[in-house]
């Protein structure tokens, strides 16, 4: 099951959405992205950024372009310790650089996702 936040973050003209799921293997992450890919809005999205942490520990990720924001996820995945689930930060580009807001952004979507689907868990 897919879990998604959209439009919650826009700065500039740019939005982003997160998105997440189990995901035990490298073809589980492939088949999340897949899935995620299969609505148009992220197909078209500028960056489809995410990482994972396989069950054994093994850190997977992907900047898709926007530069060290793979690595900013997977951090907060290994502060949280949670292994075998999937997250994807999604930025639709507004038309304006946001510089190092775009890491805060990123975390505040990695935040705002443990917070709606993992809390309590």
Do not use: C
């Amino acid at each position: 099951m897919l879990n998604q936040l959209e439009n919650i973050i826009r700065d500039r003209g740019s939005r982003y959405a997160v998105s997440g799921a189990p995901a035990q293997s490298r073809a589980e992450m492939d088949a999340l992205l897949k899935a995620l890919k299969k609505n148009k809005k992220y197909a078209k999205a500028t960056h489809n950024t995410w990482a994972v942490l396989l069950p054994d520990g093994t850190p997977l990720k992907s900047d898709d372009g926007e530069s060290g924001a793979g690595m900013v996820i997977l951090r907060m995945l290994e502060r949280e310790g949670l292994l075998g689930h999937g997250l994807v930060v999604t930025r639709w580009y507004g038309g304006k650089h946001l510089g190092g807001d775009r890491f805060r952004h990123v975390q505040d979507a990695v935040s705002a996702y443990f917070e709606a689907f993992l809390r309590g868990r």
